[in-house]
């Protein structure tokens, strides 16, 4: 994986490569039309991309719209733009420049300007009160935003920033029309207008999501006549009987063992390890989890050495265990170094006595509490059972409480819970988007344990503000200890994802995320 810190030299090649080419690699298409029909599992709780870390909406929604900056998928993660023609570094890393196409337009017709980048990142940044912004912690060093005319737009920061030139290509960034957000700053979670590749038509919830291709779409890789998403309870029998053609999220080994053998030649996947964390927050309101000792306690119980291998073969989740920060990328903890922490060592039954001790001596044994778990059964059905099981062996009494989709992601964001299925998605194996899950609630609103550590939020700004590799590594290394023990959140593993397709869908590149390369462009139907 290659550094996140890019220099100013590094930046500005990359600008020069933007300005030569209008829509990059993708500007033809090898066959124009057709309708892709594909299936989601999940139903999006507004259209909001700024608000949500709902796999739904970007499943539905990002292809109505366009970020400042996004990847080039066959050279993840190299960036590219979207509605930037050009962009620079200043030397100091306190400033970024970009410059936008000048024929973009939202679908109701409006030229997109700087200004709608500006309202858009502010939005993001400085949410005013009523807004939710599920990613203003990652902006913390953002300043302001100016724009010195129509088609530049200048970021002025108040220290240097490791993550900010990739946060630019975010895909829940999406840009909105300062028209729309004068009208009512919430106005986005029940309306759509964006400068996206397909333009929305009909959503009948918990049936279908209708878009058609927007015509003055800028790059012009919108290589379909009307896209298609429907909700979906299984992937087999739709796919199998021609309902659906392709599903985004992921794909378990039963399941794909059933498509091969039903399907044939018609059928095809693809593969990669997904940077999404499942986890367990533990809320800190509820009494017993407010004793470290308890919190410890639940997570020595989870035999993860003996129970991931099995459980990844039967539903999509990673092998082995992990900490916060996906294993075998350049900042996380080695092995040795995870394996020494508080519930993560190999032996279950040293780790189930520990646990039971530290119950005793907290005065929990035989603990009574409540897991949310969500009505999707990959892969949620799957750990939480084996989560039953393993809390069980240490005397424990959980009761699982599953719910549709909807119901369960309000109760985690309003705290009516004890413990709760939650994830931790990613679109870049940096410690800022993969630790910032974990800053205190006030700091973050996704952290669902609503935990408040000072700490926490003191290592991680000071990781963030820091350009030296190993200065950062050891300050990351800090931070990922410190959590780890305090057991706000308990970490299950990463996921395994397969992708299954027709093998009449061409043009898609999976990404290591399902909140990436959702938009549909250079995706064709071959008859």
């Given at each position: 994986m290659?550094s996140?810190i890019?220099?100013?030299a590094?930046?500005?090649i990359?600008?020069?490569?933007?300005?030569?080419?209008?829509?990059?690699?993708?500007s033809?298409?090898?066959?124009?039309g057709?309708?892709?029909?594909?299936?989601?599992?999940?139903?999006?709780?507004?259209?909001?991309?700024?608000?949500t870390?709902?796999?739904?909406i970007?499943?539905f929604?990002?292809?109505?719209y366009?970020?400042l900056?996004?990847?080039?998928?066959e050279?993840?993660?190299?960036?590219e733009?979207d509605?930037?023609?050009s962009?620079?570094?200043a030397?100091d890393?306190?400033s970024y420049t970009?410059k936008?196409?000048e024929n973009?337009?939202f679908?109701?017709?409006t030229?997109?300007?700087?200004?709608d980048?500006?309202?858009s990142?502010?939005r993001?940044?400085?949410?005013?009160e009523?807004v939710l912004s599920?990613r203003?912690a990652?902006y913390?060093?953002?300043?302001?935003?100016e724009t010195?005319?129509?088609?530049?737009?200048?970021?002025k920061l108040?220290?240097?920033?490791a993550?900010?030139m990739?946060g630019?290509?975010?895909?829940?960034n999406?840009?909105?029309?300062?028209?729309?957000?004068e009208k009512?700053m919430n106005?986005?979670?029940?309306?759509?207008?964006g400068?996206g590749?397909?333009?929305?038509?009909?959503?009948?919830k918990?049936e279908?999501?209708?878009a058609?291709?927007?015509?003055?779409?800028?790059?012009?890789?919108?290589?379909?006549?009307?896209?298609?998403?429907?909700?979906?309870?299984?992937?087999?029998?739709?796919?199998?009987g021609?309902?659906i053609?392709?599903?985004?999220r992921a794909?378990a080994?039963p399941e794909?063992?059933?498509?091969?053998?039903?399907?044939?030649d018609d059928?095809t996947?693809?593969?990669?390890?997904?940077?999404?964390l499942w986890?367990?927050s533990?809320?800190?309101?509820?009494?017993?989890f407010k004793d470290v000792?308890v919190?410890q306690?639940?997570?020595?119980?989870?035999?993860?050495?003996?129970?991931?291998p099995?459980l990844?073969?039967i539903?999509?989740t990673?092998?082995?265990?992990?900490?916060y920060l996906?294993?075998?990328?350049?900042?996380?903890?080695?092995?040795?170094?995870?394996?020494?922490?508080?519930?993560f060592?190999?032996?279950?039954e040293?780790?189930r006595?520990k646990?039971k001790?530290?119950?005793?001596e907290a005065?929990y044994?035989g603990?009574?509490f409540?897991?949310?778990?969500?009505a999707?059964?990959?892969p949620y059905?799957?750990i939480?059972?084996w989560?039953?099981s393993?809390?069980k062996?240490?005397?424990?009494?959980?009761?699982?409480?599953?719910n549709?989709?909807?119901?369960?992601?309000?109760?985690?964001?309003?705290?009516?819970f004890d413990?709760?299925?939650d994830?931790?998605?990613?679109?870049l194996?940096?410690?800022?988007?993969m630790?910032?899950?974990?800053?205190?609630r006030?700091?973050?609103?996704?952290?669902?344990?609503?935990?408040?550590?000072?700490?926490?939020?003191?290592?991680?700004d000071?990781q963030?503000?820091?350009v030296?590799f190993?200065?950062?590594?050891?300050?990351v290394?800090?931070?990922e200890?410190k959590?780890?023990?305090q057991?706000?959140?308990?970490?299950v593993?990463?996921t395994d994802?397969?992708?299954?397709?027709?093998?009449?869908?061409?043009?898609?590149?999976i990404?290591?995320?399902h909140?990436?390369n959702?938009?549909?462009r250079?995706?064709?139907l071959?008859?």
């Amino acid at each position: 994986m290659r550094s996140i810190i890019r220099s100013a030299a590094i930046v500005a090649i990359a600008c020069v490569a933007s300005t030569s080419v209008m829509a990059g690699s993708h500007s033809s298409c090898p066959q124009q039309g057709g309708t892709l029909k594909y299936g989601v599992k999940a139903e999006p709780p507004n259209y909001d991309m700024h608000g949500t870390n709902s796999y739904a909406i970007m499943h539905f929604v990002a292809q109505h719209y366009s970020t400042l900056l996004t990847f080039d998928w066959e050279n993840f993660p190299k960036l590219e733009g979207d509605i930037a023609k050009s962009w620079e570094m200043a030397d100091d890393g306190l400033s970024y420049t970009f410059k936008l196409h000048e024929n973009v337009k939202f679908h109701d017709g409006t030229p997109l300007t700087s200004a709608d980048v500006k309202a858009s990142y502010e939005r993001i940044a400085f949410p005013p009160e009523g807004v939710l912004s599920q990613r203003k912690a990652l902006y913390g060093s953002l300043e302001s935003v100016e724009t010195p005319d129509d088609y530049t737009v200048v970021f002025k920061l108040n220290s240097p920033d490791a993550f900010m030139m990739d946060g630019f290509a975010s895909p829940f960034n999406a840009i909105f029309s300062a028209k729309d957000l004068e009208k009512d700053m919430n106005w986005h979670k029940k309306n759509v207008n964006g400068t996206g590749p397909y333009k929305f038509v009909e959503h009948v919830k918990g049936e279908s999501y209708i878009a058609e291709r927007y015509e003055d779409f800028h790059h012009g890789d919108n290589c379909l006549d009307r896209t298609e998403g429907y909700r979906i309870k299984n992937l087999v029998e739709p796919l199998v009987g021609g309902q659906i053609m392709a599903e985004w999220r992921a794909t378990a080994p039963p399941e794909v063992k059933s498509l091969t053998e039903q399907m044939g030649d018609d059928y095809t996947n693809q593969a990669k390890t997904l940077m999404t964390l499942w986890v367990v927050s533990l809320n800190s309101e509820t009494e017993a989890f407010k004793d470290v000792r308890v919190r410890q306690a639940l997570n020595l119980c989870i035999d993860r050495h003996g129970g991931l291998p099995k459980l990844a073969k039967i539903t999509f989740t990673a092998p082995r265990p992990s900490g916060y920060l996906l294993y075998d990328t350049k900042y996380a903890l080695p092995d040795d170094e995870l394996y020494k922490l508080v519930g993560f060592g190999p032996d279950a039954e040293a780790n189930r006595a520990k646990a039971k001790e530290l119950l005793k001596e907290a005065g929990y044994e035989g603990l009574k509490f409540t897991y949310s778990n969500r009505a999707v059964a990959h892969p949620y059905d799957h750990i939480a059972i084996w989560l039953m099981s393993e809390w069980k062996k240490c005397g424990l009494n959980p009761e699982m409480i599953t719910n549709p989709t909807s119901k369960f992601v309000t109760i985690r964001k309003e705290g009516g819970f004890d413990a709760t299925i939650d994830w931790a998605p990613s679109f870049l194996p940096d410690p800022t988007l993969m630790h910032f899950k974990y800053l205190s609630r006030d700091v973050n609103p996704s952290n669902y344990s609503r935990a408040t550590d000072r700490e926490l939020d003191a290592l991680f700004d000071a990781q963030k503000g820091e350009v030296d590799f190993e200065k950062r590594k050891a300050i990351v290394h800090e931070f990922e200890k410190k959590a780890l023990e305090q057991a706000y959140v308990l970490p299950v593993t990463y996921t395994d994802r397969v992708v299954s397709l027709h093998k009449s869908v061409k043009g898609y590149v999976i990404a290591n995320s399902h909140i990436l390369n959702n938009t549909f462009r250079g995706i064709y139907l071959e008859d």
